[in-house]
């Protein structure tokens, strides 16, 4: 079973809302990702957490804020957000640690379309 | 460093035609692996295949079929007798490296219109 859940599927805030973004794998996956895709576009790697630890950054601004409460879950809180955030936010997870030899395939959620007013 | 490119922006063609979208990767590393995903319009984007750099064994999953080769750099991606399910967008995808998570580098993106 290779289900990435994310809720909610659509999200319209203002810029001074705050809102939070979810993502959920029964997997047993030991890394999880945030992607921004805007249209058009493919997707852009924003955090990856290992082991619930953020291992990656990609220099994303402070109004997007990760969270791994667990390593089934994976949270965005969203802050003073710009009408150019709006995009779609994917989630993924992966095996994480593979054997010599093999890799690790990301499976990804349906993702969340976000417009900000 | 690793790139990818898709050329093919938007391809369109009827039921049942077969198709074939394009894949060049660069990369300086010895082990690294190629993807394709298919992200329908409802967003998601679905894991098609996989392949690492020491197999270049052509791969077939009924009407999907890949031809891998180093000496181009190429992992092209063929659809035979195409269905209007077929249409989405689809991305080829690099990532380096063969222990723990990967970045993957993905290509601009090869749209498909397969109409009835």
């Known amino acids: 079973d290779t289900e990435v859940t994310q809720t909610p599927k659509h999200l319209v805030m203002g810029m001074t809302n705050k809102k939070s973004l979810k993502c959920e794998q029964h997997m047993g996956h030991r890394a999880m990702y945030w992607y921004k895709q805007k249209a058009k576009k493919p997707p852009e790697l924003m955090f990856v957490y290992s082991y619930e630890k953020l291992s990656i950054n990609e220099s994303v601004p402070s109004r997007f804020s990760p969270e791994c409460p667990n390593s089934s879950l994976l949270n965005l809180h969203l802050h003073a957000l710009q009408p150019e955030d709006s995009a779609l936010y994917l989630c993924?997870?992966?095996?994480?640690?593979?054997?010599?030899?093999?890799?690790?395939?990301?499976?990804f959620g349906p993702g969340t379309r976000l417009t900000v007013l | 460093a690793q790139k990818v490119t898709q050329a093919q922006t938007e391809i369109s063609v009827v039921e049942k035609e077969d198709v074939t979208l394009d894949c060049v990767y660069e990369?300086?590393?010895?082990?690294?692996?190629l993807f394709w995903y298919k992200q329908p319009p409802s967003g998601e984007l679905v894991f098609l295949i996989r392949?690492?750099?020491?197999?270049?064994q052509n791969e077939i999953s009924g009407r999907y079929s890949w031809n891998f080769q180093k000496s181009t750099s190429s992992f092209n991606f063929t659809i035979t007798a195409s269905q209007v399910v077929d249409s989405a967008v689809y991305f080829c995808a690099l990532s380096e490296g063969n222990t723990g998570f990967q970045k993957l580098v993905f290509g601009t993106g090869t749209r498909l219109l397969v109409s009835p």
């Open positions: 990369t300086r590393d010895t082990t690294y692996y």
């Open positions: 993924a997870s992966s095996q994480d640690f593979t054997p010599a030899g093999t890799t690790d395939t990301q499976y």
């Open positions: 392949r690492n750099s020491f197999d270049e």
